[in-house]
Structure formats: structure tokens, C-alpha cells
């Protein structure tokens, strides 16, 4: 089964470090989600993007969060500098929307300290 | 703003018993999604409805779309312990046009527990 994947999938480090997760989509999907997941907020939207382009990035906080597309089989985003309340995890996700659905990544699990 | 809320966020079911649990959004659209969480894991595609009175069976679970009402419904019957796991619908809003989909907004989740 094709999957996406995540890298790492954990992720330790200390306040003000910079931090950038990684997801290879499935070969074909058009459309890449970042999302956060925290006990106390849920599934929130970061960022996506159609086509590599980034369509909608408003969930994101602008001053230390960046999501980008350089190429179709790579998603990244870096945290610069990174916060205790970053500790979540960041999950990744690719689709085409319709029938296919969207498949999501094994997550980074991020703890700040 | 799209909001998604699932009724109950919690259920405590025992084996053998049938029960529905709910998903309410407050803007059009006519796709969504329902995904299934073990703790701990990723999400895993449960069901895709795109149309207005989609019905999807899998097992014991059977989910439906009615896009009148904005309430998608998973239904479960006789359930058994492996069922037990976070339940989450999520709604795929077009943009204003209507042509183009690929945002999702999440419920909170449905935390399942299956008991003798």
C-alpha cells in the first residue's frame, strides 16, 4: 500500500531551536495538510497545498512556523525558534480528494522542553 | 467559519450493543470523511461520503451522509472490543466557487470504549 511518510517520528529539543519535520506524499496526490494534534486543541489545519502551491497557511503562526513544497515529493515545516507549547504531534497528509480520500502520515511526535 | 461537532466526545458501550454517533458542521458541503484514531497511531480512512444520502458499510460500522440536515451519522453495531478506538468525522468545505475541495476541519473525536 502506497503511504506518506514522516521524518522523524520523534523529535526532542530544547526551547529556541529550530526544528523541521519532514513528509514525502504519495506519488500523485495534489493536495498536502499539515496538521497539529495536542490533547487540548485537537486536530488543527497549519498549512496545505494544491499542486505545490500553498493554498491556505492561516492556522499557522506566522513568526515561527514555515511550511513549504520545493518539490512534489517533499513537505516541510520548520519551527524557528521553537517553544514548549509547540510540543504536539504534527501529522502529514496527501490526497486528491473524491473517492481516494486523504491518507495521513505516522506523525512527529515533538516535545520541547 | 466551518465547525464540526461530534456527539458524544465520549461512549462506553458494551459489547453485543448497537449505538450512533453524530457529526454536525455548520457550513455546505457535500464530502466527508470519517477517520479512526488507536491511541498512540495515526489516522486511518474509515469511510469517504461525497454525495448527499451516501451510505458506506464496513463490518460493523455503517456511516451515512445527509447534506440537508449537515449531519453525517456512524453507526455501530453489536460492537466488539476492537472496535474500541477515537472516532473523527471530518468535513472537505469547497471554496467559494464551489470547485475546488481539499480543506478539512476536524471534530473533536469520539472516544469509544468497548466492555464486556
Redesign the interface.
Known sequence: DARVTQTPRHKVTEMGQEVTMRCQPILGHNTVFWYRQTMMQGLELLAYFRNRAPLDDSGMPKDRFSAEMPDATLATLKIQPSEPRDSAVYFCASGSGGAGGYTFGSGTRLTVV | ELKVEQNPLFLSMQEGKNYTIYCNYSTTSD?L?W?RQDPG?????LF?L?SNGAVKQEGRLMASLDTKARLSTLHITAAVHDLSATY?CAV?KPNAGGT???????G??TILTVHP
Open positions: 464530502r470523511y477517520y497511531k495515526s489516522l486511518e480512512s469517504v461525497l473523527f472537505d475546488s475541495y481539499g480543506k478539512l476541519t476536524f473533536q473525536g
